[in-house]
T-cell receptor, first 114, second 112 residues
Framework: DTAVSQTPKYLVTQMGNDKSIKCEQNLGHDTMYWYKQDSKKFLKIMFSYNNKELIINETVPNRFSPKSPDKAHLNLHINSLELGDSAVYFC?????????????FGSGTRLTVV | AQSVTQLGSHVSVSEGALVLLRCNYSSSVPPYLFWYVQYPNQGLQLLLKYTSAATLVKGINGFEAEFKKSETSFHLTKPSAHMSDAAEYFCAVSETGNQFYFGTGTSLTVIP
């Protein structure tokens, strides 16, 4: 049973295309996140949702739009993809009422824009 | 403002030698501190966490870390490196437990 699952694992696409990455967690957590990891391994938070409500929205181009249909899912849609969007995107989840828990991460989606 | 500094983006140790990965944090309140490990082409896995219960924290795979408030540090150690320890290690800090700020990572190489 995968705790946090992301699909697809690899995504290769051309500039200008629109793509989505899906994330689902079966841990019963109420908070989900998207992080971007660049080629230098730097992890930067992009968005966070708590019970389907956006609570963190870092400085991210508005081409990126998260959608949370329910608290177990947080999808990331990217419009008009650019070369600089190439990175590994990680989904994570946590239980807000238990800050000692930390995050559980998905295995990542490697996005390559050509 | 909260932040994390990991000194040394690359650390190499011989198999069987001591592993020391450094993490210093900045936080205006007692922080939650975590270490995560990332193996090649995988997601991040929780190694250990400090949550104010004890200053010396033991984690998985023989790793441990000591919280030193006076030094604002949370260095990760392992007495004897194993080849399987080769990975990227991330220190993370949070003031609330809900939004974590990650360090830039330390790549550990273990030399046979």
């Amino acid at each position: 049973d995968t705790a946090v699952s992301q699909t697809p694992k690899y995504l290769v696409t051309q500039m200008g295309n629109d793509k989505s990455i899906k994330c689902e967690q079966n841990l019963g957590h109420d908070t989900m996140y998207w992080y971007k990891q660049d080629s230098k391994k730097f992890l930067k938070i992009m968005f966070s949702y708590n019970n389907k409500e956006l609570i963190i929205n870092e400085t991210v181009p508005n081409r990126f739009s998260p959608k949370s249909p329910d608290k177990a899912h947080l999808n990331l849609h990217i419009n008009s993809l650019e070369l600089g969007d190439s990175a590994v995107y990680f989904c994570a989840s946590s239980a807000r009422q238990d800050p000692n828990y930390g995050y559980t991460f998905g295995s990542g989606t490697r996005l390559t824009v050509v | 403002a909260q932040s994390v500094t990991q000194l040394g983006s690359h650390v190499s140790v011989s198999e069987g030698a001591l592993v020391l990965l450094r993490c210093n944090y900045s936080s205006s309140v007692p922080p939650y501190l975590f270490w995560y490990v990332q193996y090649p082409n995988q997601g991040l896995q929780l190694l250990l966490k400090y949550t104010s219960a004890a200053t010396l924290v033991k984690g998985i795979n023989g790793f441990e870390a000591e919280f030193k408030k006076s030094e604002t540090s949370f260095h990760l150690t392992k007495p004897s490196a194993h080849m399987s320890d080769a990975a990227e290690y991330f220190c993370a800090v949070s003031e609330t437990g809900n939004q974590f700020y990650f360090g830039t990572g330390t790549s550990l190489t273990v030399i046979p």
